[in-house]
């Protein structure tokens, strides 16, 4: 069984007290040590405004949770968090393929801008000191943007 890596994000009325959200976080935590599931951060961000009123609360209680974890692990705390009266809304998602996914662009810039610069007669990586030139690309730019401040 892979374990993957997910973020889960979960809402809490606005009046939640701190109490309710660390007896919230251990429910959660108890289902993933039983399942053989890690979980790798647990951030409560605190009050913020609802996108749209979810029955009478304008506001939540966001709290996000990384777990590492198999697929039967989220779909038991999925099922858990639908049951409990104190969450209003909580949503699962899979992070580990757009980590791939990125890693995966930024080394293809990369190698990209090391041939461009290879084929001009320079260096693989820029240097120390070494301003743009024309042609050069670094991992966020497009040639298009050369020389325009943006």
Do not use: C
């Not at 429910?27 to 913020?48: A, D, L, T, Y």
């Not at 990384?66 to 969450?87: A, F, T, W, Y």
């Amino acid at each position: 069984m892979a374990s993957r890596q997910y973020e889960l994000v979960y809402i809490l009325p606005p009046d939640s007290s701190d109490q309710v959200v660390a007896d919230l976080h251990t429910q959660v935590e108890g289902v993933v040590s039983r399942m053989n599931g890690q979980i790798e951060k647990h951030e409560p961000w605190g009050r913020k405004r609802l996108a749209y009123e979810i029955g009478h609360n304008k506001e939540g209680f966001y709290v996000l949770e990384v777990i590492n974890g198999s697929g039967e692990l989220m779909k038991e705390l999925d099922r858990r968090l639908k049951v409990m009266d104190q969450v209003i809304r909580h949503m699962v998602v899979r992070v580990d393929e757009e980590k791939k996914v990125v890693d995966r662009t930024q080394t293809k810039r990369r190698t990209e801008s090391e041939r461009r610069r290879v084929k001009r007669g320079l260096p693989p990586q820029r240097q120390p000191g070494e301003g743009r030139q024309a042609g050069d690309m670094d991992e966020t730019e497009d040639d298009r943007f050369d020389g325009v401040e943006v």
